[in-house]
């Protein structure tokens, strides 16, 4: 498994806008998916993007996937009050056996401001 | 209700003592994991089971031990010898079907403190 890398670490926007979250990974991956929680709660799994995927909607969410460069973004569009969380990205390899280990970076901190 | 469950929620010992968090799915999944995380912190593995009987350790197994005796449950054993043990622990279970994303579905989390 392998660490992904949120930035920015923290983000603070007004109710209604636009939410862009970023992460970066190391090596060659099956998938990338991101998570969020709530503050004291457990991660909820919200997205997941196949390596042969470049692009990948959810409701207000979208999801893109540059294996060239290592990396995805994570868009939330209208962003809500109830959006306030920590959001993770847990790239996985395509590695049998131990594959199923997802490595959780630091997360993004976001808040919604009304 | 399908789900994964962590009791308890919080959880208060004396340093010495050993103590166990419960990890129960009725995901019919295979997999099960332990994390721990700590004040403005990722997370990290601790241990992780990919079926019955069998777990492997994972990045800070250190002071912690598990056991995987049914499909069903996961249980994590704070020893005295873990150093620092106060902190957020969470379970997640997946399945292991090929096609599968292996996304992970995780419990509430147990608060366990240590004076």
């Known amino acids: 498994s392998q660490q992904g890398e949120e930035d920015p670490q923290a983000l603070s926007i007004q109710e209604g806008e636009n939410a862009t979250m970023n992460c970066s990974y190391k090596?060659?991956?099956?998938?990338l998916q991101w998570y969020r929680q709530n503050s004291g709660r457990g991660l909820v799994h919200l997205i997941l993007?196949?390596?042969?995927?470049r692009e990948k909607h959810s409701g207000r969410l979208r999801v893109t996937l540059d294996t060239s460069k290592k990396s995805s973004s994570l868009l939330i569009t209208a962003s809500r009050a109830a959006d306030t969380a920590s959001y993770f990205c847990a790239p996985r390899t395509g590695i049998t056996g131990g594959g199923n280990k997802l490595t959780f970076g630091t997360g993004t901190q976001l808040k919604v401001e009304l | 209700d399908g789900g994964i469950t962590q009791s308890p929620k919080y959880l208060f010992r004396k340093e010495g003592q050993n103590v166990t968090l419960s990890c129960e799915q009725n995901?019919?999944?295979?997999?099960m994991y332990w994390y721990r995380q700590d004040p403005g912190q990722g997370l990290r593995l601790i241990y992780y089971?990919?079926?019955?009987?069998?777990?492997q350790k994972g990045d800070i197994a250190e002071g912690y031990s598990v056991s995987r005796e049914k499909k069903e449950s996961f249980p994590l054993t704070v020893t005295s010898a873990q150093k620092n043990p106060t902190a957020f622990y969470l379970c997640?279970?997946?399945?292991?079907?090929?096609?599968?994303?292996?996304?992970?579905?995780f419990g509430p989390g147990t608060r366990l403190t240590v004076t």
């Open positions: 090596t060659s991956i099956n998938n």
């Open positions: 997640a279970s997946s399945s292991r079907l090929a096609g599968e994303g292996f996304e992970q579905y």
């Open positions: 995901l019919n999944h295979d997999a």
């Open positions: 089971s990919q079926i019955v009987n069998d777990f």
């Open positions: 993007i196949r390596s042969n995927e």
